[in-house]
């Protein structure tokens, strides 16, 4: 009669430890491959709901604007709208959108707001309209919002960080411009880059209101005070004396 093996030998002992060991490796690592993955991912996602949200405010900035006054690759000036109904483009009628690059990856909106305890009178010796001319570029709308008087007022405010690239797009040139595409990419390495992209369509413009003069632009809107609502005056005084010292170009 042959007595049955209970036990492992020394050798077979040695090779399920190692089995185990192996296997057990193998399955933290995966734990750990897949924990980082997820971790990625939500974090990616995260970052682009973010960044949609920030594009949706653009959005809804550019829809209910009057002109895009200037624009570059990376930053984009609106004349939000006439909310004192006087025609003109009020300094806290501008709005400054712009990209900061990958180095700081930050998106901001500028503008100038008055406090509500300001009083009237107040309000309309600092809310100065301005001309499209000096209007014409980001620099320059950016200098419009940053001068003296209007530095305490002034807000800028971040909508997103982490954007590698902000870009804007016209049909036309400003302040023609009616149709603006934005891209916008999300994501610091390049395999796990999200771009994001919308067209918007101005759909309070005043384009129709605009035109050429001595080779400027000049927004010839009815203010609230005409009664017939012919009555048009130029956007800026000192675009008089412009035009007259001969610095706005050729006429088209």
């Not at 682009?48 to 570059?72: D, F, G």
């Not at 690759?73 to 909310?83: C, F, K, P, V, Y």
Request: charged share 20%; no cysteine; proline share 3%.
């Amino acid at each position: 009669m042959t007595r049955s093996r209970m036990a492992f030998t020394v050798p077979e002992l040695m090779l399920s430890i190692s089995l185990m060991t192996v296997i057990g490796v193998a399955v933290a690592t995966l734990e750990s491959a897949l924990s980082n993955a997820y971790g990625q991912t939500d974090a990616l996602e995260s970052a682009i709901q973010s960044r949609r949200s920030a594009m949706m405010n653009i959005e809804t900035e550019l829809r209910k604007a009057k002109l895009v006054v200037s624009h570059s690759d990376s930053a984009l000036a609106i004349w939000t709208g006439d909310d004192n109904g006087d025609g003109l483009i009020n300094a806290n009628e501008i709005m400054l959108f712009q990209g900061a690059g990958a180095a700081e990856g930050k998106i901001s909106r500028r503008r100038v707001r008055f406090p509500e305890s300001m009083s009237e009178d107040t309000v309309l010796a600092l809310n100065i309209n301005k001309n499209l001319q000096s209007l014409s570029t980001t620099d320059g709308v950016r200098i419009a919002l940053t001068s003296p008087t209007l530095t305490t007022y002034n807000l800028n405010g971040v909508l997103a960080t982490a954007v590698q690239e902000l870009t804007f797009t016209t049909d036309v040139a400003p302040p023609l411009t009616e149709l603006v595409l934005i891209k916008m990419v999300v994501g610091s390495a390049p395999d796990s880059q999200i771009t994001l992209t919308s067209s918007v369509r101005l759909r309070a413009s005043a384009v129709e209101y605009l035109e050429r003069y001595a080779g400027v632009w000049v927004v010839n809107a009815p203010s609230d005070d005409d009664d017939d609502g012919e009555a048009y005056e130029f956007d800026d005084i000192d675009l008089r004396d412009l035009i007259e010292n001969g610095a706005g170009g050729d006429d088209d």
